[in-house]
């Protein structure tokens, strides 16, 4: 079945940038998305990319995907300390079934 | 704020009992997911409804069980609650039914002592 894989935990100083990192398993996935999780709250989604695209920069995120090996990065510029918090990879896979999220990356940002 | 509305915010009950979540999705959505989220298994995807059909389930309990009404909230009932049915509840809302642009509540968090 299908499986998205993420790195558990990232360390980053305030002003550096961040890369969250995932891999997943479904070669017929569509869209691949990042959602943003700050204490006590729900998801949050934050941006996403269609399966026939390299790239998507949106103001301080950059997304690249390299469908050929299955890996999708999410880079945060000029990291801040209220982006602290764990960032889940997904992705959909045939139409209509339902996402598949990774366990998520927590991220800390030192000020 | 998400437009996604869960209560209770916070439940604690004992083993045995059977608890109700309760979940209102955004205005115009017609899909709602139901999700468990827990240290050890992350967030795992229970079931989906749309306009109130059951549209996918993933790994639900049979203990546990969920409705959309005609109102399009729906409940998520957990009953013969264990332990390990402690985790945080999340509701999400989507348009459409393939729902990749989904919007969370805010959860449930349930405490079965």
């Known amino acids: 079945g299908e499986d998205v894989e993420q790195s558990l935990f990232l360390s980053v100083r305030e002003g550096d940038s961040s890369v969250i990192n995932c891999t997943y398993t479904d070669s017929s996935s569509t869209y691949l998305y990042w959602y943003k999780q700050e204490p006590g709250a729900g998801l949050q989604l934050l941006t996403y990319i269609f399966s026939n695209m390299d790239m998507k920069q949106d103001q301080r995120l950059t997304v690249l995907l390299n469908k050929k090996d299955k890996h999708l990065s999410l880079r945060i510029a000029d990291t801040q300390t209220g982006d602290s918090a764990i960032y889940f990879c997904a992705e959909a896979g045939v139409r209509n079934t339902p996402l598949v999220f990774g366990k998520g990356t927590r991220l800390s940002v030192i000020a | 704020d998400s437009g996604v509305t869960q209560t209770p915010k916070h439940l604690i009950t004992a083993t045995g009992q059977r608890v109700t979540l309760r979940c209102s999705p955004r205005s115009g959505d017609l899909s709602v997911y139901w999700y468990q989220q827990s240290l050890d298994q992350g967030l795992q995807f229970l079931i989906q409804y749309y306009n109130g059909e059951e549209r996918a389930k993933g790994n639900i309990l049979e203990r546990f069980s969920a409705q959309q009404f005609p109102d399009l909230h729906s409940e998520l009932n957990l009953s013969s609650l264990e332990l390990g049915d402690s985790a945080l509840y999340f509701c999400?809302?989507?348009?459409?039914?393939?729902?990749?642009?989904?919007?969370f509540g805010p959860g449930t968090r349930l405490t079965v002592t």
């Open positions: 999400a809302s989507s348009v459409g039914v393939a729902g990749g642009e989904q919007y």
